[in-house]
C-alpha cells in the first residue's frame, strides 16, 4: 500500500477536525458557569475521545495525527485561546503519532494513550495563566489585587502539573469510553 | 439574460492578507503582546472585525457583537475591587470574552467569505503544503453539515421523548454523538471519493477560476499589521 | 469505448457483487443499467469510474477498460479527466460551499487554463439557465437545485463519459425533467453515458442499450424499442419502477366519496417563513381526516418538509395547534403524541440494538410486547442487531416499531420512498397500509406517485393549502 497521504486521508482528517471542533466548542461555551473552566482539561478530553477513536480507525499512514493536532491547536489559538495550545499540540501530535505507529496503527491502547497524549493541546491553554500571570494581569491593572488574587486562588501555581495529570487521565477515560463505544457501536454496525 | 461569471468577484480581502490579520488578532489582541505601549493598535484591532461584518452587509451580527463587547467591557470594569471568588470569576470570564470575541468575529468573517477555491489557491502560492489547505478547507465545508446534522438529530431526540434529564447525561451523550458520527462519517467517505472521481489529489498542481491578488484595502490591512508588529519590536527592544 | 472482460468483485468474502461481466459499451452510446436494490448496478458502474478498486477495496478480477486506459493500472486523478460522475446524494458530492467554484472544481483539479474554465462555465450556465442558482451557498439549496449543479459541474468538464449513479433518488417531476435535459445535452455532445437506475421511463427516449442485473450479473439486454414496450406488470416483475413522468399536481387517485372518515383533526394557524423571509405556508386552517392515509404532494423544495417539522411540533416560532377529537395540541403535545420517521432515518436510531430501539419508545419497559412489535414487522431475527447496520427499508421499519411502541396514533413519514426500487416501494405501501388498518393516521409528504396510487386513501396537494 501507498504511504503517501492522499485526498481520501486528508478529508478524512478535516472532518474529524470539524467534529471535535464543534464538541470542544460546545464544551467551551458552557464555560458561563466559571468552574468550566477549569474542566475545560475534563469535559474536552473526555467528549472529543468517541469521534477519535473513529478518528483513528482510518489512519493507517503517517501524518493525519499530527496533522489533525495541528489544526486543532491552531483552530484553538485563532479562537482565542493562546498559542501554547498549537506548540504543545504539534509536538504531542508527533509522540502520538509514534505512539500509534509503534501499534502498528491498529493497537487499542496505543490508540488509547495517543489519544491522551495529543489531547494536551487542551491543557497547554492554561500555560499562559501559569507561567505568564504577571503579564496576563498586568494590562489589566485596573483589576486591582484583589481581584488577582482571588483569581490565582483559583488558580495556584501547583495546579498546572495538576491540570496535566487532569487531561492526561481525562484523556486515557475519554479514549477508553472512545473505544467501547466504537465497539458497541460503529464496529457492530459494520461502519468502523 | 445571459450570465457571465465574474472572475474578480471576491470579498473585500485577499485570502493571504485575511490570514495575516488573524494572525495579527491573536497576537494583540487576545495575546496581548505588547500591552499598554499597543494601546491605540489593540482598538483598531478590536473594532476592524465588526467594521468587515458592515461592509459585508451583516448588520444584525455586527450590532449584537458590539454589543456583547461592550456590555462585558463595561460589567468587567465595574467589578474591581472587594470582590467574592465568584465576582471574580465572573470577571474574568467576562475579560475572556472581551478577547475572545473580535478575534473569534473575524474568523467567522473570513469562514463566511472565503472560497474554498480560492483558500486553496492563495495557500498554494504561499507554497503551503496541499496537507494542511486540504483539510482546512474539509473544515470550512463540513461546519456546516455538522450542524445541519446535530439539529437533525436533536430534532429527532426531541419528538421520541427521549430529552435526558440529569440522571442520564451519558446516555444524553451516547445518543447524539453516535448518529452525528455515523452520519459524518458516511457523508466524509461520499465526499472523499465525489472529490476524487474528481480529480482532487495531493502535491498537484491546481489552477484557480478566481483572480486572487493583493488590491488598495490589503495594502491597507497588511501596511496596519506590519506596523503593529513593528511598533511593537521598537517597544520591546528599544525602549 | 468502454470494455469489461470477464470482471468479478467482492466487497467482503462472503457475497459476489459482480459475478463474470463481459460488456462493451461504445462510444456516444446510452446504456442504462437497472435491476432491483442490491443487484450490483452501482458496483458496475464504479468500476468505469475507478472507485472500484481505487476507493472501494476489494477482491477483483478480469479488467476493465475505459478508451486506451486500464482502470486498475491508473490512477483516479487520470481517470478523472476522461470520466464523470454524478452520484446520488446531493449532500454529500460537493467539495466547495458555493456553487459557482463548484463547476470549476473538476477544471481546476486537472489545471486547466482558468480563461478556458470561464467560458466552459459561462456555455453550461447559459445552456441549461442555471444563472439563478450561480454565487449561492450549496447549504441554500434544495435537494433537486444540488443535483441540477452537481450534473452541471460534470458538464463543465471536459471529458468523454458520464457517470449516473441513482440520479434521480432524491428528485421530484420537476428535478427529473431537468435532468433530462442534462442527459438530452450530453447525447449531443455524443459523451459515452451509462446510467444505474430504477426509475427508468424518464430515460427512454435517450436510451441505445438497458442491461438488466440481478445478483450480480447481467441476466438480459433489452434494445431501447424493446424495453420501451415492456408493459408495467412486466416491468414490475422485473423489479422495475414502471411510472410515467407525470406532474405529482396533476395526480388525482379515486378517493371513495362518503367512505372516507368523518372524525376530522383540525390544524390551524399553521404559519411558517425564515428569519425575515416571505412565508414557506400560511394556513389558516385545514382539515385532516383520522385514520386515513394522506399524502400531502408537491415538488422538491415546496416547504413539505417543513410542513412536516411544524406539524410534529418541532418548529419553535410555529404556533399552530391541532385539535383531536376534544383535545387541542400546542408545539408540545404534539411532539408527545405524533411520531416522524425522518427522511435520513439514521438521525433517529440511537441505541446498540433494534430491541433497545423499541423499548426505549415505550412508557414503561416490556420486552415480551416489544419482541411482538419487530415480529409484525417482520424484524424479530434483527432484535440484535445495530439498527445501523440494516438496510434502508429495514431502518425504516425499526423506527416504525418505535413509533408503534410509543403508542402514538399519528405518524409522519417525509418521503418513505426516495431512492427505493419497486419491490421495496410495495413493501413501505404495504406497511402503511397495516398502519392505518391498526388505526393509526398516516401523514406522509412524497413525490412519488407509484407510492400515491398504491396507498394513499386521501390526498392533498401541497399547492392548494399554500395560498
Known amino acids: 500500500m501507498n504511504n503517501r497521504l492522499n485526498a481520501k486521508d486528508l478529508i478524512n482528517v478535516g472532518i474529524y477536525t470539524a467534529i471535535s471542533a464543534v464538541i470542544c466548542c460546545l464544551v467551551a461555551m458552557t464555560g458561563v458557569i466559571p468552574i468550566m473552566m477549569v474542566l475545560l482539561v475534563v469535559f474536552v478530553p473526555i467528549l472529543t475521545g468517541i469521534p477519535y477513536m473513529m478518528f483513528l480507525t482510518k489512519v493507517k499512514k503517517f501524518g493525519m495525527i499530527l496533522i489533525l493536532n495541528i489544526l486543532m491547536g491552531a483552530l484553538m489559538w485563532v479562537t482565542g485561546m493562546s498559542y501554547y495550545a498549537l506548540i504543545v499540540g504539534t509536538i504531542t501530535g508527533l509522540i502520538a503519532e509514534l505512539i500509534y505507529r509503534i501499534g502498528k496503527y491498529s493497537s487499542k491502547w496505543h490508540g488509547i494513550i495517543a489519544y491522551a497524549v495529543s489531547g494536551l493541546y487542551c491543557w497547554a491553554n492554561y500555560i499562559g495563566i501559569f507561567f505568564n500571570a504577571d503579564a496576563y494581569f498586568s494590562t489589566r491593572q485596573n483589576f486591582g489585587q484583589d481581584y488577582i488574587d482571588a483569581i490565582t486562588k483559583m488558580l495556584p501555581p501547583w495546579m498546572c502539573p495538576v491540570l496535566l495529570v487532569v487531561d492526561l487521565l481525562c484523556g486515557v477515560i475519554g479514549g477508553w469510553i472512545g473505544s467501547k463505544v466504537l465497539k458497541k457501536h460503529f464496529e457492530k454496525a459494520g461502519i468502523a | ?239 | 469505448m468502454i470494455n469489461f472482460t470477464n470482471v468479478s468483485f467482492q466487497y467482503t468474502e462472503e457475497r459476489d457483487c459482480l459475478k463474470n461481466i463481459d460488456l462493451t459499451i461504445n462510444d456516444g452510446e446510452v446504456v442504462l443499467v437497472c435491476g432491483p436494490s442490491g443487484c450490483g448496478k452501482s458496483t458496475l458502474v464504479r468500476c468505469v469510474n475507478g472507485l472500484i478498486p481505487h476507493y472501494y477495496q476489494g477482491r477483483m478480477t478480469g479488467s476493465v477498460t475505459v478508451g486506451e486506459t486500464d482502470v486498475s493500472k491508473t490512477t483516479l486523478r487520470k481517470l478523472s479527466r476522461h470520466v464523470g460522475t454524478v452520484f446520488q446524494n446531493p449532500r454529500s458530492q460537493f467539495f466547495n460551499v458555493d456553487t459557482t467554484s463548484e463547476l470549476a472544481f473538476g477544471c481546476e483539479n486537472f489545471g486547466i487554463d482558468p480563461g478556458d474554465i470561464e467560458q466552459r462555465i459561462n456555455a453550461v450556465v447559459n445552456r441549461h439557465d442555471l444563472g439563478k442558482l450561480m454565487d449561492r451557498s450549496i447549504f441554500k439549496l434544495s435537494g433537486g437545485e444540488k443535483q441540477k449543479i452537481a450534473c452541471a459541474s460534470i458538464a463543465v468538464e471536459p471529458i468523454d463519459t458520464v457517470i449516473l449513479d441513482e440520479p434521480s433518488a432524491n428528485l421530484d417531476y420537476a428535478g427529473i425533467c431537468e435532468l433530462r435535459k442534462m442527459i438530452e445535452a450530453w447525447k449531443e455532445e455524443h459523451k459515452t453515458i451509462l446510467i444505474a437506475e430504477h426509475r427508468i421511463s424518464y430515460l427512454f427516449p435517450y436510451l441505445t442499450r438497458a442491461l438488466l442485473m440481478n445478483s450480480g450479473e447481467i441476466v438480459k439486454e433489452f434494445k431501447a424499442e424493446e424495453i420501451r414496450s415492456l408493459s408495467e406488470e412486466e416491468l414490475h416483475r422485473l423489479g422495475l419502477r414502471a411510472e410515467e413522468l407525470q406532474d405529482p399536481a396533476d395526480i388525482s387517485i379515486d378517493m371513495e366519496e362518503g367512505k372516507t372518515n368523518d372524525n376530522k383533526m383540525v390544524l390551524s394557524n399553521m404559519k411558517y417563513s425564515y428569519k425575515g423571509e416571505q412565508p414557506v405556508f400560511d394556513i389558516p386552517q385545514m382539515e385532516l381526516p383520522k385514520g386515513e392515509i394522506i399524502g400531502i404532494t408537491g415538488t422538491n423544495g415546496a416547504g413539505k418538509s417543513t410542513f412536516l417539522r411544524c406539524l410534529c411540533g418541532l418548529e419553535r416560532s410555529c404556533k399552530a395547534v391541532l385539535k383531536v377529537d376534544n383535545e387541542v395540541w400546542n408545539n408540545k403535545m404534539r411532539r408527545r403524541n405524533i411520531y416522524m420517521v425522518m427522511q435520513d432515518v439514521n438521525h433517529q436510531l440511537f441505541t446498540d440494538s433494534v430491541l433497545d430501539e423499541v423499548m426505549i419508545s415505550q412508557r414503561t419497559e416490556d420486552r415480551e410486547e416489544a419482541l411482538e412489535i419487530l415480529d409484525s414487522l417482520d424484524l424479530k431475527e434483527y432484535a440484535d442487531k445495530h439498527p445501523l447496520s440494516l438496510s434502508g427499508g429495514q431502518k425504516q421499519r425499526v423506527a416504525v416499531a418505535s413509533a408503534i411502541a410509543s403508542g402514538r396514533n399519528i405518524i409522519l413519514f417525509d418521503e418513505p420512498t426516495s431512492g427505493l426500487d419497486y419491490s421495496h416501494m410495495l413493501q413501505v405501501s404495504e406497511l402503511l397500509k397495516k398502519l392505518r388498518d391498526n388505526g393509526k393516521t398516516v401523514i406522509m409528504v412524497t413525490h412519488d406517485i407509484e407510492l400515491i396510487k398504491n396507498a394513499c386513501t386521501v390526498v392533498i396537494p401541497f399547492a392548494s393549502l399554500k395560498k
Not at chain 2, 478590536?46 to 460589567?75: D, M
Not at chain 2, 463566511?112 to 483558500?119: A, G, I, Y
Not at chain 2, 495557500?123 to 473544515?139: A, E, G, Q
Not at chain 2, 456546516?144 to 444524553?172: F, H, L, Q, Y
Request: hydrophobic share 55%.
Open chain 2, 1 to 239: 439574460m445571459e450570465y457571465r461569471i465574474d472572475r474578480d468577484a471576491h470579498s473585500l480581502l485577499d485570502p493571504r492578507t485575511k490570514l495575516l490579520l488573524l494572525f495579527t488578532s491573536s497576537v494583540f489582541v487576545v495575546g496581548n503582546a505588547g500591552e499598554k505601549w499597543m494601546f491605540v493598535f489593540y482598538w483598531i484591532l478590536v473594532f476592524l472585525p465588526v467594521l468587515l461584518l458592515f461592509i459585508e452587509k451583516e448588520w444584525k451580527a455586527g450590532i449584537i457583537s458590539i454589543a456583547i463587547y461592550i456590555a462585558s467591557f463595561y460589567a468587567q470594569k465595574s467589578l474591581q475591587h472587594d470582590l467574592t471568588v465568584f465576582e471574580s470569576a465572573l470577571a474574568l470570564m467576562l475579560y475572556i470574552i472581551t478577547k475572545i470575541l473580535p478575534t473569534a468575529i473575524l474568523a467567522r468573517y473570513i469562514v463566511k467569505t472565503t472560497k474554498v477555491s480560492e483558500f486553496l489557491a492563495a495557500m498554494n502560492r504561499m507554497h503551503v503544503t496541499d496537507k494542511l489547505t486540504i483539510p482546512v478547507s474539509v473544515i470550512f465545508r463540513f461546519f456546516p453539515t455538522v450542524m445541519e446534522e446535530s439539529k437533525s438529530i436533536n430534532d429527532a431526540m426531541r419528538m421520541r421523548g427521549v430529552e435526558m434529564g440529569a440522571g442520564k447525561a451519558a446516555e444524553a451523550v451516547e445518543y447524539r454523538m453516535v448518529p452525528l458520527i455515523a452520519s459524518c462519517s458516511i457523508i466524509g467517505e461520499e465526499l472523499s471519493a465525489a472529490a476524487m472521481t474528481r480529480g482532487l489529489d495531493v502535491g498537484k498542481k491546481r489552477s484557480c477560476i478566481w483572480n486572487i491578488s493583493f488590491g488598495f484595502p490589503d495594502v491597507i490591512i497588511i501596511t496596519l499589521c506590519l506596523i503593529c508588529f513593528i511598533w511593537w519590536i521598537v517597544g520591546r527592544f528599544y525602549i
